[in-house]
């Protein structure tokens, strides 16, 4: 009784396929959300640097005086 119960605890080879495919889509899934965590994180540091870079309205008018061109 024992040989049939040792037995019957190991998977099947059915359930063993079907774990080694929901270890490839665990991969899969992961892999994807990282690759979009890795975009997100990428776009907002894009946008903190533009953000980040204020222009200054009187820096067209020095570059201008330096080159010479009459105000407006």
Do not use: K, N
């Amino acid at each position: 009784m024992t040989a049939a119960t040792l037995h019957l605890s190991a998977p099947t080879r059915t359930e063993r396929g079907l774990l080694r495919l929901a270890d490839r889509l665990t991969g899969l899934v992961e892999h994807r959300v990282a690759e979009r965590a890795r975009r997100r994180q990428l776009a907002l540091d894009l946008l903190a640097e533009q953000q980040a870079r204020r222009h200054d309205p009187r820096a067209v008018d020095h570059l201008l005086a330096q080159l010479g061109a009459p105000r407006r």
